[in-house]
């Protein structure tokens, strides 16, 4: 006999729903609910922390489904057998997972930083032998190869010595700059955050904290947040079922107003708001989503739609690396918002950034930085074959840019955490206390991504740190 041990809250569009988000194994999220079910817990209790809550988000990881035993193996020549990896190939209509080598490029990291220090010291002729020899080499050897994948590090490379000869050439090799605002640039990096554990981990420590501040204010069930990006549409399809199974008798309502300064933003946005709708309808919370066409300078509770009877929180999840500082601009674009996001008093704001000192560093130590980090990046990621060329692509405009450019042509400016807490202190922000169940779930849930010990979650100066081999990868804050 099937158990069934929904909570008694769910609406029979609900529990469809909640199956449908959670792709192919209901049974999976059925289980979750029974286990809750079984441990003695008080079951007029919000479904809010746990293995509850990271059992149903594990659901939504592509990484958690099934995968055939007889995959395919690429061949791969010239290859150590203790550098093996998994990655996706297409076989029929099936999704199945086959063996790819990863190796190391002949490439020194040290050689192309030597290149990058020539370049800043005014040495051209140097940096441009350097480059030469071994971007040839480069070529030659991916040329050879009759499967790239499993090649991320010699690609790495590659866009390195681009983005350094757009550096010293930037007439014969333009830098990448527009593209950074194209669809197809917003595309490859949603498909970064859908494939790698700390970004999706990232935006589950901010969907928690947002629900921990909720649960501060019991009385009201309107929550309020404010989203200045939305880059990830799926992180709202998960705070849309965590409120949906909080609600007890009283319709959750999420309002999410985003703001933009485009046309392109404002159908962007209209899109995913259209997608969110059907979500929450399915699964009965009211949902309300505004964008706004403002300055900051103009931004206000009654411009915002804020009413007094709700929680009223502020998502800043990968928004501010791409706003200039005062080392680009005296306006200095980020402080002004931090500044007006003060003004509005919310209950809590999220910060999820980069762990990079890539902002005011020199040239040499940019390139050093920007190597290590997406190195570690990429190792820590599995990858499937039409996803990696996307992920790929944005990465080389993200390197083209990152290097090749300076002042405002530079979109990207990500720091470290010690830098954006004192940016937050600066316009009066506190941290906040970090609640010890939202760690331990965000480590379970960790353990629906991977098993590999060098993948680690864990509390730091106040962050969410998520780590590959100990290097720090992205942070999440909360503050009031």
């Given at each position: 006999?099937?158990?069934?041990?929904?909570?008694?809250?769910?609406?029979?569009?609900?529990?469809?729903?909640?199956?449908?988000?959670?792709?192919?194994?209901?049974?999976?999220?059925?289980?979750?609910?029974?286990?809750?079910?079984?441990?003695?817990?008080?079951?007029?209790?919000?479904?809010?922390?746990?293995?509850?809550?990271?059992?149903?988000?594990?659901?939504?990881?592509?990484?958690?489904?099934?995968?055939?035993?007889?995959a395919e193996s690429y061949e791969v020549s010239q290859v150590p057998s203790n550098a093996c990896v998994m990655s996706g190939v297409s076989k029929g209509?099936?999704?199945?997972?086959?063996?790819?080598?990863?190796?190391?490029?002949?490439?020194?990291?040290?050689?192309?930083?030597?290149?990058?220090?020539?370049?800043?010291?005014?040495?051209?002729?140097?940096?441009?032998?350097?480059?030469?020899?071994?971007?040839?080499?480069?070529?030659?050897?991916?040329?050879?190869?009759?499967?790239?994948?499993?090649?991320?590090?010699?690609?790495?490379?590659?866009?390195?010595?681009?983005?350094?000869?757009?550096?010293?050439?930037?007439?014969?090799?333009?830098?990448?700059?527009?593209?950074?605002?194209?669809?197809?640039?917003?595309?490859?990096?949603?498909?970064?955050?859908?494939?790698?554990?700390?970004?999706?981990?990232?935006?589950?420590?901010?969907?928690?904290?947002?629900?921990?501040?909720?649960?501060?204010?019991?009385?009201?069930?309107?929550?309020?947040?404010?989203?200045?990006?939305?880059?990830?549409?799926?992180?709202?399809?998960?705070?849309?079922?965590?409120?949906?199974?909080?609600?007890?008798?009283?319709?959750?309502?999420?309002?999410?107003?985003?703001?933009?300064?485009?046309?392109?933003?404002?159908?962007?946005?209209?899109?995913?708001?259209?997608?969110?709708?059907?979500?929450?309808?399915?699964?009965?919370?009211?949902?309300?989503?505004?964008?706004?066409?403002?300055?900051?300078?103009?931004?206000?509770?009654?411009?915002?739609?804020?009413?007094?009877?709700?929680?009223?929180?502020?998502?800043?999840?990968?928004?501010?690396?791409?706003?200039?500082?005062?080392?680009?601009?005296?306006?200095?674009?980020?402080?002004?918002?931090?500044?007006?996001?003060?003004?509005?008093?919310?209950?809590?704001?999220?910060?999820?950034?980069?762990?990079?000192?890539?902002?005011?560093?020199?040239?040499?130590?940019?390139?050093?930085?920007?190597?290590?980090?997406?190195?570690a990046l990429l190792e820590s990621i599995d990858f499937k074959v039409p996803e990696q060329v996307r992920v790929e692509e944005g990465l080389r405009r993200?390197?083209?840019?990152?290097?090749?450019?300076?002042?405002?042509?530079?979109?990207?400016?990500?720091?470290?955490?010690?830098?954006?807490?004192?940016?937050?202190?600066?316009?009066?922000?506190?941290?906040?206390?970090?609640?010890?169940?939202?760690?331990?779930?965000?480590?379970?849930?960790?353990?629906?991504?991977?098993?590999?010990?060098?993948?680690?979650?864990?509390?730091?100066?106040?962050?969410?740190?998520?780590?590959?081999?100990?290097?720090i990868l992205t942070v999440t804050s909360v503050w009031h």
């Amino acid at each position: 006999m099937e158990r069934s041990a929904w909570p008694k809250s769910l609406s029979s569009s609900g529990k469809r729903a909640i199956q449908e988000l959670s792709g192919q194994n209901p049974k999976k999220l059925r289980d979750a609910f029974d286990a809750h079910s079984q441990t003695g817990d008080d079951p007029r209790q919000p479904l809010f922390a746990g293995n509850l809550i990271v059992s149903v988000l594990g659901s939504f990881s592509s990484n958690t489904q099934s995968l055939s035993s007889g995959a395919e193996s690429y061949e791969v020549s010239q290859v150590p057998s203790n550098a093996c990896v998994m990655s996706g190939v297409s076989k029929g209509s099936e999704s199945i997972k086959s063996p790819v080598k990863r190796v190391k490029t002949p490439v020194q990291r040290s050689s192309v930083v030597e290149a990058a220090t020539a370049i800043y010291e005014g040495r051209v002729d140097m940096a441009s032998e350097i480059l030469t020899r071994w971007s040839a080499e480069i070529l030659t050897s991916l040329s050879a190869v009759p499967n790239p994948m499993g090649y991320s590090e010699w690609k790495l490379m590659g866009y390195m010595i681009s983005a350094l000869k757009s550096r010293m050439s930037p007439v014969d090799y333009p830098p990448p700059v527009v593209e950074l605002f194209t669809e197809e640039h917003v595309s490859s990096v949603r498909s970064l955050y859908d494939l790698s554990p700390c970004f999706e981990l990232s935006f589950m420590a901010a969907n928690l904290a947002i629900l921990e501040a909720t649960s501060e204010q019991p009385s009201t069930n309107k929550l309020h947040v404010i989203d200045f990006n939305i880059g990830w549409e799926r992180q709202y399809h998960n705070l849309l079922l965590l409120l949906s199974m909080r609600q007890a008798g009283n319709q959750s309502t999420l309002k999410i107003t985003t703001l933009t300064d485009s046309i392109n933003g404002v159908e962007r946005l209209r899109m995913i708001g259209d997608r969110l709708s059907e979500v929450a309808a399915e699964i009965g919370v009211r949902l309300v989503v505004n964008i706004v066409r403002q300055k900051l300078s103009e931004l206000s509770h009654d411009s915002l739609g804020c009413e007094p009877l709700e929680v009223l929180a502020v998502n800043l999840a990968f928004k501010l690396y791409r706003m200039p500082d005062e080392s680009v601009s005296a306006e200095n674009t980020r402080n002004e918002l931090l500044r007006c996001m003060k003004v509005l008093m919310p209950q809590v704001v999220t910060l999820v950034e980069q762990e990079m000192n890539g902002n005011t560093a020199p040239l040499p130590m940019r390139v050093g930085e920007v190597l290590a980090y997406y190195g570690a990046l990429l190792e820590s990621i599995d990858f499937k074959v039409p996803e990696q060329v996307r992920v790929e692509e944005g990465l080389r405009r993200k390197l083209g840019n990152w290097v090749a450019c300076e002042g405002r042509d530079r979109v990207e400016r990500c720091e470290v955490f010690g830098k954006w807490g004192a940016s937050m202190g600066m316009v009066g922000f506190q941290l906040k206390p970090l609640v010890p169940h939202v760690t331990e779930s965000l480590k379970l849930r960790l353990g629906y991504w991977t098993s590999d010990p060098r993948s680690t979650v864990k509390e730091e100066n106040g962050g969410f740190c998520f780590n590959w081999r100990g290097r720090i990868l992205t942070v999440t804050s909360v503050w009031h």
